[in-house]
T-cell receptor
Framework: DAGVIQSPRHEVTEMGQEVTLRCKPI?????LFWYRQTMMRGLELLIY????????DSGMPEDRFSAKMPNASFSTLKIQPSEPRDSAVYFC?????????????FGDGTRLSIL | AQSVTQLDSQVPVFEEAPVELRCNYS??????LFWYVQYPNQGLQLLLK??????LVESINGFEAEFNKSQTSFHLRKPSVHISDTAEYFC??????????????FGAGTRLAVHP
């Protein structure tokens, strides 16, 4: 079975540019999560979607970050304009439902470097 | 708010030795507990989970974890490690009462380094 698919795997861009990260969740999963991982802050939940609707965006750092889920099989995380402090590994995860015991399945991440 | 503490940031161990990675969480009415493993340049993979029932849970590759409610702990153990177990291990708790969904609160991670 295909897992969570993220693209690109690596992104290097200059400060001020727009960055778009993409995620395809596991088919049949109705919950999708975006995380950011850094050495300093560890894993941080940015946003949670349920049935394509953003439910919890309290972790989104600031207005430069936005996320969409236009359909059940695709989500994007956009940073505009990007800053060096946005450099991190961004993970997308999905789960079958939002029940408390449901495990989340992670993609391999996008390593983002802002110069 | 729920929190997770992984007491060791790094654990060096020799191959075939036993290992324990410690995890404590803050108290809650009802929690679900997970261990994830992250190999270099990869995402997190579910290693094992505790939802209810037997307090000892096992993974397919020889790891086990024991849920201890009185000590609010969920330590991960393996009786004999392999070089291939070298990775970062994350303990996580899902507290349905916080946020109303399977929000995961992660510990800071423990880097397990297995030496020959």
């Amino acid at each position: 079975d295909a897992g969570v698919i993220q693209s690109p795997r690596h992104e290097v861009t200059e400060m001020g540019q727009e960055v778009t990260l993409r995620c395809k969740p596991i088919s049949g999963h109705n919950s999708l999560f975006w995380y950011r991982q850094t050495m300093m802050r560890g894993l941080e939940l940015l946003i949670y979607f349920n049935n394509n609707v953003p439910i919890d965006d309290s972790g989104m750092p600031e207005d430069r970050f936005s996320a969409k889920m236009p359909n059940a099989s695709f989500s994007t995380l956009k940073i505009q304009p990007s800053e060096p402090r946005d450099s991190a590994v961004y993970f997308c995860a999905s789960s079958f439902s939002s029940g408390g015991g449901q495990p989340q399945h992670f993609g391999d991440g996008t390593r983002l470097s802002i110069l | 708010a729920q929190s997770v503490t992984q007491l060791d940031s790094q654990v060096p161990v020799f191959e075939e030795a036993p290992v324990e990675l410690r995890c404590n969480y803050s108290s809650s009415v009802s929690v679900y507990l997970f261990w994830y493993v992250q190999y270099p340049n990869q995402g997190l993979q579910l290693l094992l989970k505790y939802l209810s029932g037997s307090t000892l849970v096992e993974s397919i590759n020889g790891f086990e974890a024991e849920f201890n409610k009185s000590q609010t702990s969920f330590h991960l153990r393996k009786p004999s490690v392999h070089i291939s177990d070298t990775a970062e291990y994350f303990c996580a708790v899902s507290d349905l009462w916080t946020g109303g969904y399977n929000k995961l609160i992660f510990g800071a991670g423990t880097r397990l380094a297995v030496h020959p």
